[in-house]
């Protein structure tokens, strides 16, 4: 069964083709490189024993994705992590977004919508959901203006897919709304790799702890939380890619009941800022170098998953908690920079 990943070189998209290699897909990756690197290749080789299948395709160039789909005409099923996805950058190179996380999309459904039968699994994000009403957030809760280009382009991507599904019933999709991934495969092989200064917490934690970065600015301890520092719902990279599996097998197998599904993808459990400090400094045995600064604007004060529907609907159940998956954070971390 040929599966193709687009982005497949990135953080989840990496993790998502080993995920995928392991359960007997053939898999094809489809990457720009503009935020991964080559090398990735070589550690999913080195976790599977299996090489995928690699093309380096700018996605925003229309005829090179109707070509490669020409050239790939058994093609199982699409999933689409290919996009930008860094909040701030979105803010200050808006067209830039909108081009490539929406272009894109619709060059591969144009293409997907042709075949007599076409199975796509979209990255999306809880970003849509801006600062819920109530927690834990369900997958009814309704989307909220959102609060950057980033997230405009998750909301758009889901209206797009939703309307084509209506007029094309050989078209099944499900759209997998992340919480927050963190974390690298046990074997430390493939991980997070930002370039630049992190905008995430969790990458920028580790390299501060490596000494790589000074200190890390925590922004904001006057929250209405447990301590005061937002929260969010941490959710292991490899979790996330199992999940990934178990949406396109249900699409595959035709177990989907309307031809457009949504889930959440979180462990239900929110963490503070601060607990995710405390356990970088419990799984590390490191302190950790941090400084209380101003509010990050854009930033809500919490949001986690109500995981029901994945749970008992997907047969879906995050399991590493965030102590194992910031474990597997600092392994990587050292790793790299061994
Ligand atoms: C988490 C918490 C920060 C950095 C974003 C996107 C989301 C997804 C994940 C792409 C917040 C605090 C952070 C730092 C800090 N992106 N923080 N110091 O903003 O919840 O989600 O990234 O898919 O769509 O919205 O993640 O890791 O940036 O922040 O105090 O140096 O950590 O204020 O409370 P976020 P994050």
Redesign the pocket.
């Known amino acids: 069964m040929k599966v193709l990943v687009t982005g497949g070189l990135g953080f989840i998209g990496s993790h998502t083709v080993v995920e995928l290699q392991e359960q007997g897909f053939e898999v094809v990756i489809i990457d720009d490189l503009s935020n991964s690197s080559e090398k990735v290749i070589d550690g999913i080789v080195a976790i599977t024993g299996k090489k995928p299948v690699f093309e380096k395709i700018d996605l925003k160039e229309k005829s090179k994705v109707e070509d490669f789909f020409k050239r790939h005409n058994t093609i199982e099923g699409v999933i689409h992590f290919a996009a930008s996805?860094?909040?701030g950058e979105s803010v200050e190179k808006p067209l830039l977004y909108y081009e490539n996380n929406i272009s894109t999309l619709v060059y591969i459904l144009k293409e997907l919508s042709k075949k007599d039968k076409a199975n796509f699994i979209f990255s999306s994000?809880?970003?849509v959901y801006g600062q819920a009403d109530t927690m834990p957030i369900t997958e009814s809760a309704p989307v909220k203006a959102a609060e950057?280009p980033?997230?405009n382009t998750?909301q758009i991507g889901e209206e797009i897919i939703s309307e084509t599904c209506k007029v094309a019933p050989s078209l099944s999709a499900i759209a997998l709304r992340?919480f927050?991934?963190m974390g690298a495969h046990p074997s430390a092989e493939i991980g997070e790799l930002p370039i630049g200064v992190?905008?995430?917490?969790?990458p920028?934690i580790t390299q501060t702890g490596i000494g790589m970065r000074q200190q890390?600015?925590?922004?904001?301890d006057d929250y209405p939380t447990t301590d005061g520092?937002?929260?969010?719902d941490y959710i292991h990279v490899v979790d996330l890619a199992k999940a990934h599996v178990i949406a396109l097998k249900r699409l595959i197998d035709g177990k989907n009941v309307t031809n457009y599904e949504v889930f959440n993808l979180g462990t239900g459990t929110g963490s503070s800022?601060l607990e995710?400090i405390h356990s970088f400094e419990k799984v590390s045995g490191k302190k950790l170098n941090y400084k209380i600064v101003d509010?990050?604007p854009?930033?809500?004060i919490s949001?986690y998953a109500n995981t029901e529907k994945a749970n008992s609907v997907l047969g879906w159940k995050a399991e590493s908690t965030l102590d194992q998956a910031m474990k597997s954070a600092w392994d990587w971390e050292v790793k790299i920079r061994s």
């Open positions: 996805k860094a909040v994000s809880c970003t950057s980033y997230g998750k992340y927050n991934p992190p905008q995430n917490l969790v920028f890390l600015s925590v922004f904001g520092t937002c929260v969010r800022v995710v509010r990050r854009g930033d809500v949001a």
